[in-house]
C-alpha cells in the first residue's frame, strides 16, 4: 500500500510505513540530531528514536553523502582527479576502496564523477584514464627493473670483493714461495759459473771436448814474470840484426823471445 502525504512542508511517498523521495530541511535536522546524541552506526533506529519516515539505509546514506561535517563542497580539483585516475586503473569500481583515499569526498560522488567525465572516454585508446593506467603500468615496471638491478649490482660487488680477496691470498702465496726459492739458491755453492759464447764447431783443435751443458771448463792462466836477462837479450838480439840480409829474425837472437812468448801461450784446455 502506499499513498501520497505532506511531511514537513514537503512531498514524498509513503511506502510501507517508510517515506521515500527528496529529503527536507525538517528531515535534515531531525537526522543531524540524532547523530549528534546517538553518533553513528546506529541507523535502524533512527524511525523509533528520530521520529523520521525513513528506514535506516536512507538515513545513513542521506548522512554519509550530504550531512557530515568533514564533507568537501565543490568540485572535484584536478590533484584529486589524478588520483582518481590512478586509483581506478589499480582497484577499478571499488569506489570505497577510492574513497578512503580522498578525505571529505564519499563513494557516491567519486562513482558520480567517474561515470560522468570518464565513462564514455574509456572506449577510446587514446584517453587520458587509459594513458594514465599505462604510466602507472610503466612506473611500476620500472621500479621492480631498478629494484633488480640494484640487487644485480650488489651480487656482483660481492662476488668482485670475493674474487679479490682470492688474487690478494694467491699473490701472497706466490711471493712466499718466490722468498723460499731465493733463499734455496742463495744457500747453495757460492762462486760466479762463466758462460762464454757456446761454440757451435763440430771438432776443436786444442782437443778440448764440451761438458754436458755444452760449456767449456774455465781453465786459470798465470803469466810468468818477465825476465829481466831474457829482455837484455832480446835487445842485444835486436843490435846485431844483420841489415844486409846476413842475418834474420828467426835466428838465435830471437830464440829467447820465442821462448818467452811460448811460455805466455797456454791454451783454454
Known sequence: MSLWGGMGGGWGMVEEGWRKGPWTAEEDRLLIDYVQLHGEGRWNSVARLAGLKRNGKSCRLRWVNYLRPDLKRGQITPHEETIILELHAKWGNRWSTIARSLPGRTDNEIKNYWRTHFKKKTKSPTNSAEKTKNRILKRQQFQQQRQMELQQEQQLLQFNQIDMKKIMSLLDDDNNNGDNTFSSSSSGESGALYVPHQITHSTTTSGCEPNSNGYYPVVPVTIPE???????????????????????????ACAPRKHYFQNMVIPFC
Not at 838480439?237 to 846476413?246: A, R
Open 226 to 252: 818477465a825476465n829481466v836477462n831474457e829482455d837484455n837479450a832480446i835487445w842485444d838480439g835486436l843490435w846485431n840484426l844483420d841489415f844486409e840480409g846476413q842475418g834474420s829474425f828467426g835466428g838465435a
